[in-house]
């Protein structure tokens, strides 16, 4: 299983969902696909379009809610425990997409934006130096 991976995952029905490293990069979490929203969005919350995909012909959005002081953000993500979680692979994201969906929750989940400013970050000579003090 690999961020960017689109697979039906285990509710009360089966349900799409694009898999994305979780904070710690150690499991992966899950963002459900659902249907775009039928009214404006527009500063509370945001929406990437995901394809249809060859065998599977939904098409829909990811949505995450921006943060708002006192409110409860809807993400529509969830933690993947266990393989169980998952019924079966649909396919996979382009890169394009998956970058604009990490861009999303950078956007929206401040735990995100901490975790992937931190795998993305390259060494600088000061953690280079720390390190070789080790």
Known sequence: MNAGEVWLANFDQPRPVVLLHSVGGTSLRGIQIVAPAATDITGTAIEVSVPALEGFAFSGVVRMALPIDGAIPCTWMFDISSESD???????????????????????????????????????AHDSARRSRS
């Open 86 to 124: 998952l019924a079966e692979k649909i396919g996979t994201v382009p890169a394009a997409t998956l970058a604009e969906i990490e861009l999303m929750v950078e956007l929206c989940d401040p735990a995100w934006r901490t975790f992937s400013r931190a795998i993305q970050a390259p060494p600088t």
